[in-house]
């Protein structure tokens, strides 16, 4: 089928015939990934990825764990250090995984809070609403087994630097994908 290139504005433009979108299952206004392919333009329909939520992923699994819970936005205080990295052992430490997670396999995750780091992009200092007193590493999240008295729940973290952890931790898992487009 031959169409016409046409000026849109400062751009160009082909029209799709109706019969092409209902064949491809395309919409108006939907997203498209315009890609060049040596003296060709291809056009792919944009999938969004659905995010799975923990529910969904343990909606027919076993049992719970009977390991004490340690919630969201607790800091622990574990009685030897754990290592996080070669260059990082602590024996204190912020939960920031899912209670799900925890309460179907006794993991969670942690970031390590220390006294001796410098202030860094990844890094968020606990300040006088807390005890505890340091940094908190969220480049060494890492998920934790959490045995039943290896450790206190010391605190409760104040809700705004957990929402900061949160989403400095979910930035470093970010794909990158969706700037790329």
């Known amino acids: 089928m031959l169409t016409n290139l046409q000026k849109w504005g400062n751009s160009h433009g082909v029209r799709i015939p109706s019969g092409f979108m209902k064949t491809l299952g395309w919409k ?4 498209l990934l315009i ?13 969004q990825r ?10 027919n699994f076993g049992e719970e764990t009977t390991a004490e819970k340690a919630g969201v936005g607790k800091i622990l205080h574990f009685d030897e250090a754990v290592t996080f990295a070669p ?5 204190t430490a912020v939960v920031i995984g899912n209670p799900l997670l925890q309460e179907k396999t006794g993991r969670t995750f942690l970031c390590p809070i220390v006294s001796d780091r410098e202030a860094y992009p990844l890094h968020i200092a606990l300040d006088e609403r807390n005890k505890a007193q340091g940094m908190i590493l969220c480049e ?6 959490l045995r039943e008295g290896s ?10 630097l957990l929402l900061r952890i949160v989403d400095m931790t979910a930035a470093e898992l970010d794909s990158g994908e969706e700037e790329s487009e």
Do not use: H, W
């Open 151 to 160: 450790y206190q729940i010391t605190e409760t973290l104040p809700r705004d």
């Open 50 to 59: 659905r995010r799975v939520s923990l529910t969904e992923l343990f909606r």
């Open 35 to 47: 890609e060049m392919n040596r003296d060709a333009i291809v056009l792919r329909k944009s999938y």
């Open 28 to 31: 108006r206004n939907e997203k």
């Open 87 to 91: 260059d990082c052992r602590s024996r």
């Open 140 to 145: 060494y999240l890492q998920s934790v087994g």
